[in-house]
Every structure is written in structure tokens, then in C-alpha cells.
């Protein structure tokens, strides 16, 4: 029987290691952090920490192409969510007869999903990879060192297992690497001889969220990402009566690193009239800050050769987007399904034809949207840069005055606004939902004269002056 180890038990380690059982692997899944954190009671009251996940704490949501995903290939997984408190949620549900929208219709459905906060979603994924035959998981184990085949494949270090910090040694004949943005497997990797080309933002983004419950959930934005002078917001449902809000700002931005401060935090959310409401409810974790997000693309076939056999990436450890959007847990487990049929057609004797044709699907299905949100990335960061300075932004880009447009002016059509949540519910791409479907030119004809930013909110300046007092 194949034997696969899994670094990491995050959601897509978790996924990863029930669809490859599902087919017949042994798997072993090794996660740093200590078993009690696992607790599926703690991670609904909110007790549960993971000192491994960075982004633990922040909002997160499963979007519907992910949802989908889970539905078609784990729905167990999908039914015990709901048992942990999950709550059925449609992402467009804040606009229907707001503006131009109208009521619900009944292709709307495809915009549902299950918010839930991430200790829970981890909670129910992990109680059912507990219960997955073939698969066996093992907590507080740290890997520090990968074994190796120099004779498999030639010139190409070969993967054959892992060293584990109490020296056991653990083989393999796949060694998936789940272990997320900050994987710590490229530094073994290098000490094998294999270095991935790492392409890197030079600045990430800032997160502080603060989460709140309440016994009736409070009304949530049109759309729960909306951007302003110098930073963004998002808010949005988890489980159990509780949300979220989120403020997000430039890596570069030391003036606005005092929303840290829970006093700081809430003075500028009240500016922000479409939710300072849902800073109301009762606050059930301080504010959580976090930087160290910086966009990342390692690329492990270099001039069409591997540089390592034996070893895949999947996930946030192959390639990191922009965490406002919601993309990682979607693009993950979208990377775990296409290494298991990779699997299916070409087998694991070849490790080279493997690695090769696990590269090709990838960049083929996956590379496309690491590009487009490191596009966005570099222009917000820019238009950010320009506001700090007290000045507007400036670029010919056709790409960045659609995606503007489409956020002034998409509560004014309602094709309009159902393509923006295909779009970013990863339902459809740009060219699908916007392009091919001749809205563009709508688009950008609604939005002459728009002001840049089409929801309220403070000017740099008033944010500044709130978040000192």
C-alpha cells in the first residue's frame, strides 16, 4: 500500500490526506502543534489556539467554490461542520433589494456557503480525518529533516521520508507538504540540495480583527470586503451567533499599526458607517494583529526539470494569495484534488513523469489566479503609497479600472453584482463572468463620474486623528 506523510493539519492537510485515503493510500499526518489544542468543544467557544497558524485568529470563510468542493468529495466533513454550529450564509445576501438588486433569485443558491469561525472549521475537518480509515494523525511532531534517495532519480534529490525531532525516521513513498505560507520544509529542502524559485512580494498587508457574538446576528454589509482611503474592511458570519470585523491596512502603514489597540480599533471602526454597528455586540477576543503576509510563488520545476522528486507542495505552501479575499482555503483544496487525480493517471513509479505532470495541472489551473491577485496586490499597495502622501493614483491599467469600477457600481445592476460574486466567490473567472458576457463595457459606462471609493468611510486624515485619540 502507498504510504503518503502529510506535513501539516490545516484544512488542506486535513482534505489532502481523506481524498488519498479515499483511494487507497496509508496516510500519516504530522502537525506541529500539540494534540489538546484539537478539542472540537474549546474550538466553539473560541478557547482553542494553534500557536503553528499565524492567521488563526482572523476571519476567514469558506467560499462557495470551496463549499462545493466539500460537498462533492467530503460531505461528512460538511454535515459535522454544521453539527459545531456552522451557519448557512449566501454572499450576497446584505444587497438583495439594496439599489438596483431586487429580491433573491433562485440562481442565488450557488452563492451559498457555511460560516464558520477557523477553529471550528478545523474542529469538524479534523474530527472526521480522526475517523477516516487509512489515515492516522499525530500531533506535537515537529519535522526537522527529509530522507532521501540520491540514487532514484539521478542529479534530482529523491524524497523518501522525514525525520522527525525525537529522531524517528518516518518513510514514504509521497511526502506532501501542507504546512502552509510559512512552511518550514523549503529550509530542509535546501539542505538537500533543492531550492524552489520563490517569487515574493516585498510587502504584505496588516490584519486586525476582533471578533464579537450576539444572540441575533446583526445586518451585514452589501458585500463583505469594501475598501477605503488607505485601508479596506471586511466583515463577516462565523458560527455559533458570532462575526467578525477586520480592518486592513499597508505593511508599510507605522502610523495605523495603534489599531492593535482594542480603544484605537473601535474609535476607527466607528467611522465606517456601514459597520461600526457590529463592533456592538460583545467582544469575545481582543484584536488581533498580524503582518508577515506577504504574496509567495515557489516554483518547483525549473527549465522543465524538477528539482525535487518524492516531495509536493499544495496549498499556501505552493503558492500564498492575498488573505482579504478569501482565497487560500478554496485554492487549497482545489491543489489537493488535483494532486490526487494526477495521481490517479500517472501513478507514483515515475517520480519525474509525477512531478512534472503535477507541476503542468498546477500552473495550468492554479497559476492564473496567483497572477491576477498579485496584480491587484501591487497596485493597492501603490494607491496606498500615494494616499499616504496625499496624493490620488494614477495608472493605465485596464485590468485595476475594471475591478474599481466593478466595486463602485455593482449594487446599480443586478448582472452586474452577480458577476462580481461569481468572481469572487471563485465561482467564474474575469473572463467568464465580466468579459465574455459583454458587461465590461456596462461597467465602466455606469461607473463615469463615480467617486473612487463608492461606500462611506473616513479620510486618511480622520482615520488618522480617531486612531490617536
Request: glycine content about 10%.
Amino acid at each position: 500500500m502507498t504510504h503518503a506523510v502529510i506535513v501539516g493539519a490545516g484544512p488542506v492537510g486535513m482534505v489532502t490526506a481523506m481524498l488519498l485515503a479515499a483511494d487507497g493510500y496509508r496516510v500519516s499526518v504530522l502537525d506541529r502543534d500539540p494534540a489538546e489544542s484539537r478539542d472540537a468543544s474549546a474550538s466553539v467557544r473560541g478557547h482553542w489556539r494553534r500557536p503553528g497558524v499565524g492567521q488563526f485568529g482572523h476571519t476567514h470563510v469558506l467560499l462557495p467554490a470551496g463549499l462545493a468542493h466539500l460537498k462533492r468529495e467530503l460531505p461528512n466533513a460538511v454535515a459535522r461542520l454544521t453539527e459545531l454550529g456552522g451557519r448557512r450564509h449566501n454572499m450576497i445576501s446584505g444587497a438583495w433589494n439594496v439599489g438596483a438588486v431586487g429580491d433573491r433569485e433562485p440562481a442565488d443558491d450557488r452563492f451559498d456557503t457555511i460560516a464558520a469561525r477557523r477553529p471550528v472549521l478545523e474542529a469538524a475537518l479534523f474530527a472526521e480525518v480522526s475517523r477516516t480509515p487509512g489515515v492516522s494523525v499525530r500531533c506535537g511532531i515537529r519535522v526537522t529533516g527529509l530522507l532521501t534517495d540520491d540514487g532514484r532519480t539521478p542529479g534530482t534529490p529523491h524524497v523518501t521520508g522525514v525525520l522527525t525531532d525525537d529522531g524517528e525516521q518516518i518513510e514514504a513513498d509521497l511526502v506532501i507538504d501542507a504546512s502552509g505560507r510559512n512552511s518550514r520544509l523549503l529550509a530542509l529542502l535546501h539542505d538537500v540540495g533543492a531550492t524552489p524559485i520563490e517569487r515574493r512580494a516585498q510587502v504584505g498587508f496588516r490584519y486586525y480583527t476582533r471578533y464579537f457574538r450576539s444572540d441575533v446576528l446583526p445586518t451585514l454589509p452589501t458585500w463583505p470586503l469594501t475598501h477605503h482611503e488607505s485601508v479596506s474592511v471586511i466583515a463577516l458570519p462565523g458560527d455559533n451567533d458570532t462575526w467578525s470585523v477586520t480592518l486592513v491596512t499597508s505593511g508599510r502603514d507605522q502610523d495605523l499599526r495603534l489599531l492593535s489597540s482594542p480603544d484605537a480599533w473601535h474609535r476607527a471602526v466607528a467611522l465606517f458607517p456601514n459597520v461600526a454597528h457590529l463592533a456592538e455586540g460583545e467582544p469575545i477576543s481582543g484584536v488581533n494583529a498580524m503582518g508577515g503576509t506577504e504574496s509567495k510563488f515557489r516554483r518547483f520545476v525549473v527549465d522543465g526539470k524538477p528539482i525535487v522528486t518524492g516531495l509536493f507542495a499544495v496549498g499556501d505552501a505552493w503558492a500564498t494569495t492575498n488573505p482579504q479575499f478569501g482565497k487560500g482555503m478554496t485554492v487549497g483544496f482545489a491543489h489537493a484534488a488535483l494532486l490526487r487525480d494526477t495521481l490517479r493517471v500517472t501513478g507514483s513509479d515515475d517520480p519525474i513523469d509525477l512531478a512534472l505532470q503535477f507541476n503542468a495541472v498546477s500552473e495550468a489551473s492554479l497559476t492564473p489566479v496567483w497572477e491576477e491577485t498579485a496584480l491587484w496586490d501591487s497596485h493597492r499597495f501603490a494607491e496606498i503609497d500615494a494616499e499616504m502622501r496625499g496624493e490620488a493614483y494614477v495608472t493605465d491599467d485596464p485590468a485595476w479600472h475594471l475591478d474599481v469600477a466593478v466595486n463602485a457600481i455593482h449594487l446599480l445592476d443586478p448582472e452586474i453584482l452577480r458577476a462580481h460574486a461569481d468572481v469572487g466567490c471563485m465561482l467564474a473567472g474575469v473572463d467568464e463572468a465580466v468579459l465574455k458576457t459583454g458587461l465590461a463595457e456596462r461597467i465602466l459606462s455606469l461607473a463615469t463620474g463615480a467617486p473612487r471609493y463608492a461606500e462611506p468611510g473616513p479620510t486618511r486624515r480622520e482615520l488618522l486623528a480617531a486612531t490617536t485619540g
